[in-house]
């Protein structure tokens, strides 16, 4: 397993190197569409307005959204492209089996995403001068997010694997994301009881008080975005499981 | 090795296989040939685990791909009309990705790559990302990645479709030298005359169906019938063909067509004594001839 994540590693860091357009892409992509919010923000508000602490947070919220979106389409995106360019029976024929190979490309991927992020956070906090917090234990709450990230991405590679065209779900469901991840867990109304079962809502919460407001690590709240992140990777898991049987037994694993 | 029994698959209201057994033993190589749309690669998609079955069973080894992944380990595959490879990447990096993914450690990956670059005469090539590939190098490539991880059986989709002449007899003296070292061969193409020269069994499928199986010699032996070719130094002067005639020889000469049994072969040579014969042989059939006799007929 060690070995399959390191060529794993080395098949989407060779990815990077090579196409490094894409990298600039996307972080030149992700960037124009921030300060768009931002300022379409500001004018919605008027000169007058002022955001203070809000920018940290929008901006904690935005790179934690690049995050999520990357660890949850990237799979989707991945076999769907895998089954238009013929590789993926290949892939399926491994005595790994596709889940664990998927989850150890899924870790692997990991590092390129982290790049990603913290180059995009670089210059979104150089082009507003916002000043975000970076602990090391910030990484607890991001991977929980991350693990419920894994686990829609694997609902929604479900759907590629039987349906094979669904860019454009998945393009809708970004803004489901946002919802999601800036879902308030303040107060003490059913909504915000609610919004410890929805996916990626506590460990989101707990990273933007980190990230915008310095809070401390809330290990109560942590324990219970670990549970979530697990419980929905888990459901992932099981619905790619059920899709891959569906798959085989329709002949829907190759042609696109 | 292989032992697939009573595969059963239906898409819809369309029955792409019936009740197909195919076996294989090491050293074998059985080619199975069939038109377009005759059940083909489903069955090898089933035999590969990616399809499961309507009904029937499957067994690798003794191990059901459908049931146990590690099944696969003993199996490797290169699929008709695909990449079966990644374009961004090398064609080293390519072997030692799929190595691993089939279960290798990753040194003895790549030194296994290098040794299977060279033997594919792309040693060369080891670092030109595959997207720069001819399609012939990357068809062998794909042979590579099918060789990988030291397979038993190999299931061959079409793998010498698209190669120069070079490269295709350079890949048949591969799936040669590899039924020599004991490996059991599936192999389906539509290029018969590779089929006649690489496969010790074949297997004719239609509508899903097996029409005909056995031994390639057997089965060429049987549809060349008892047909036999008379060449003669000079033709035969028109009294004397009319009076053989009646003992069945045909044609106009100097090559003639005997159809009949040895006792009556060796009557027409008889009566043939004393004119110059220049060849008398058995008529030999080709696989061609035999694909079309048998789908034509089924």
């Known amino acids: 397993m060690l070995d399959l994540f390191w060529v794993e590693f080395k098949r989407s860091w060779l990815n990077l190197r090579r196409y490094p357009s894409e990298f600039v892409g996307a972080v030149v992509t992700f960037s124009i569409l921030f300060l768009l919010l931002f300022l379409g923000a500001r004018f919605l508000a008027g000169p007058s307005a002022e955001f203070g602490e809000r920018t940290e947070a929008l901006l904690a919220g935005f790179l934690l959204w690049t995050l999520t979106l990357f660890s949850y389409s990237s799979l989707s995106f991945g076999l769907s492209e895998e089954a238009q360019t013929g590789t993926l029976e290949q892939v399926f024929l491994t005595p790994y089996g596709p889940i664990p190979l998927l989850l150890v490309r899924n870790l692997a991927g990991l590092g390129t995403q982290l790049l990603l992020m913290g180059t995009i956070a670089l210059v979104l906090l150089l082009i507003t001068g916002a000043r975000l917090s970076f602990t090391p234990l910030l990484l607890l709450p991001i991977m929980t997010v991350l693990l419920g990230g894994y686990g829609l991405g694997f609902a929604m590679a479900s759907l590629a694997l039987l349906f094979k065209r669904v860019q454009q779900l998945v393009g809708i469901s970004q803004f489901l994301l946002i919802f999601l991840l800036q879902y308030p867990l303040e107060g003490s109304g059913w909504l915000a009881k609610l919004g410890y079962f929805l996916p990626l809502v506590p460990g989101a919460d707990l990273t933007r008080q980190m990230m915008a407001k310095e809070a401390t690590l809330d290990w109560g709240l942590l324990g219970l975005a670990l549970i979530n992140g697990l419980a929905y990777l888990a459901l992932g898991i099981v619905a790619f499981s059920r899709a891959v049987r569906a798959a085989k037994r329709r002949g829907l694993l190759f042609g696109y | 090795m292989?032992?697939?029994?009573?595969?059963?698959?239906?898409?819809?209201?369309?029955?792409?296989?019936?009740?197909?057994?195919?076996?294989?033993?090491?050293?074998?190589?059985?080619?199975?040939?069939?038109?377009?749309?005759?059940?083909?690669?489903?069955?090898?998609?089933?035999?590969?685990?990616?399809?499961?079955?309507?009904?029937?069973?499957?067994?690798?080894?003794?191990?059901?791909?459908?049931?146990?992944?590690?099944?696969?380990?003993?199996?490797?595959?290169?699929?008709?009309?695909?990449?079966?490879?990644?374009?961004?990447?090398?064609?080293?990096?390519?072997?030692?990705?799929?190595?691993?993914?089939?279960?290798?450690?990753?040194?003895?990956?790549?030194?296994?790559?290098?040794n299977i670059l060279e033997q594919l005469g792309l040693a060369e090539k080891s670092h030109t990302e595959v997207r720069h590939l001819s399609r012939g190098m990357q068809q062998k490539l794909s042979l590579g990645v099918a060789l990988m991880h030291h397979p038993e059986l190999l299931l061959l989709d079409e793998p010498t479709l698209g190669l120069d002449v070079e490269s295709a007899l350079r890949v048949e003296e591969m799936v040669r030298e590899l039924a020599r070292e004991g490996k059991a061969i599936l192999l389906t193409t539509h290029q018969l005359e590779v089929a006649q020269r690489l496969a010790s069994r074949l297997a004719i499928i239609q509508r899903g169906k097996i029409v005909l199986e056995g031994r390639t010699t057997e089965v060429l032996g049987r549809f060349a019938g008892e047909h036999y070719l008379i060449e003669l130094e000079t033709p035969l002067p028109p009294e004397r063909l009319a009076a053989l005639r009646a003992l069945g020889l045909e044609g106009e000469g100097p090559s003639y067509v005997y159809q009949g049994d040895g006792e009556g072969l060796w009557r027409l040579l008889e009566a043939l004594k004393p004119w110059p014969l220049k060849k008398v042989a058995r008529a030999e059939t080709d696989l061609l001839e035999v694909f079309l006799k048998v789908v034509g007929r089924a």
């Open chain 2, 2 to 114: 292989l032992e697939a029994t009573g595969l059963h698959k239906r898409f819809g209201t369309l029955v792409a296989v019936e009740g197909v057994s195919l076996h294989l033993a090491p050293g074998e190589v059985l080619a199975f040939l069939g038109p377009n749309g005759a059940g083909k690669t489903t069955t090898i998609k089933m035999l590969a685990g990616l399809l499961f079955p309507d009904r029937g069973r499957v067994h690798l080894m003794g191990k059901d791909p459908h049931r146990d992944p590690w099944a696969l380990r003993h199996l490797g595959a290169v699929l008709e009309g695909n990449r079966n490879v990644y374009w961004r990447m090398t064609a080293l990096e390519n072997l030692v990705y799929f190595g691993v993914a089939r279960g290798l450690r990753f040194a003895e990956a790549s030194q296994r790559a290098r």
